[in-house]
């Protein structure tokens, strides 16, 4: 751990949970206005779900990257190169006058945004011994920043169109873009020797992946990720289309989702430094799978009510799920294999989007959502077969 002042670690925690707050409620709001973009355009689910899968995906191959750089260079340079990132792409999406612009606009956003988040879970991990709890409070911002853009999001475009609506929310990311460049400091590279070379290397990037905890770690990671895209692109539309809510309920629906889960967050990171990772991802996990089956097969307002309740406090992993990650890597490489793992994991689970998006226009959302709580009970008896069979995976 390095050796800061408590002032310094605590600014600096601001600053990274402000800017994750940034680039991560931007995304979540073009899932609140999908279902206006839909008529906008004149496109498709299908069609918005592989823009948003590409967004997903770039975001996904741009933590490798950057958690190489960030070991190389430092943190602080590629934390504002991200944010500057965020606020262009949104910029752009705001405009687009096509479905086709629409897809490569969002991933101009999601390289920017994909810059961010490995070199700041880095430098936590550097600055807090426990980072379980400190890596919750990094992802609770995300979850606050999901109550925030979809229900300011839905209000605005309700009032003055989904165009201005994400305009706005790219504006909100310049104040982030100031916060990190006043308030983080520059640490010295956690790996300078690094070669860049040598951090590509196939044999080199194998022997990580190939690490049975790391390889078990990253398939449950996939499966979450994916069940994150399938919530973060969709769930409103979901709300409007099976449900029969209004779209701008629905998308005060998606920010409870995340409300809930701001909290449910940093309470599942302390219980992981205290209980275990699994025991803490396990019960996310079933709880998440609950949610939908209530969802799709309880029709009254209280299975709307307790299904989205419940889908809140079931969607608290990712920091329990990044801190196993950080568990198995040494200060020396926890920049670059915690950006590769991420980079694996968040890019097969992008899919996720393409996949419920498509599954929902061909079979409804019971299937489509259905796959979901299918891989998530795969989840949940692999976390059972490392504690039963003593893997010590």
Not at 19 to 34: D, K, P
Not at 120 to 130: D, K, P, T, V, W
Not at 288 to 303: D, M, R
Not at 343 to 360: C, D, E, K, P, R
Request: proline share 5%.
């Amino acid at each position: 751990m390095e050796q800061w002042p408590p002032d310094g670690r605590r600014s600096t925690l601001v600053a990274l949970t402000g800017g994750n707050f940034a680039q991560f409620g931007v995304r979540l709001l073009l899932g609140a206005v999908v279902p206006l973009v839909l008529t906008d355009l004149g496109t498709t689910k299908s069609r918005i779900g592989l823009a948003l899968t590409g967004m997903w995906a770039v975001y996904a191959l741009f933590q490798f990257p950057s958690g190489i750089l960030a070991d190389r260079f430092g943190e602080r340079p590629l934390l504002l190169v991200g944010l500057s990132g965020t606020v262009v792409g949104a910029a752009l999406v705001s405009i687009t006058p096509s479905i086709r612009l629409y897809g490569i606009f969002v991933v101009v956003l999601g390289a920017g945004a994909g810059l961010f988040y490995s070199p700041a879970s880095a430098l936590i991990s550097r600055l807090y011994q426990e980072h379980g709890g400190a890596l919750g409070m990094l992802t609770a911002s995300g979850a606050v920043a999901g109550v925030v853009y979809p229900i300011g999001g839905s209000y605005l475009a309700a009032r003055f169109g989904w165009r201005f609506s994400v305009a706005v929310g790219a504006a909100v990311a310049l104040p982030a873009l100031l916060m990190t460049l006043g308030l983080v400091s520059s640490l010295p590279p956690a790996n300078s020797s690094r070669s860049l070379r040598d951090a590509v290397d196939v044999q080199q990037i194998r022997e990580l992946l190939s690490r049975p905890s790391v390889a078990y770690t990253t398939i449950i990671a996939i499966i979450t990720a994916f069940t994150f895209q399938a919530i973060g692109s969709f769930f409103p539309t979901f709300l409007v289309e099976f449900r029969g809510v209004e779209p701008s309920l629905a998308g005060v629906g998606f920010g409870a989702v995340f409300g809930i889960s701001a909290i449910a967050q940093p309470v599942a990171g302390l219980v992981s430094d205290y209980v275990s990772r699994d025991f803490a991802i396990g019960s996310s996990v079933t709880l998440t799978g609950l949610a939908f089956l209530i969802l799709i097969f309880v029709p009254s307002n209280l299975g709307l009510v307790a299904g989205t309740a419940l889908l809140g406090v079931g969607v608290s992993w990712p920091g329990t799920t990044q801190a196993r990650f950080m568990d198995q890597l040494d200060d020396a490489e926890r920049g670059y294999g915690f950006g590769l793992v991420r980079t694996v994991y968040m890019f097969v689970g992008a899919s996720g989007s393409v996949v419920v998006g498509t599954l929902a226009e061909q079979f409804g959302w019971p299937v489509s959502y259905g796959a979901v709580v299918a891989l998530l009970s795969v989840c949940v008896l692999l976390l059972a077969s490392n504690r039963i069979f003593g893997l010590d995976l």
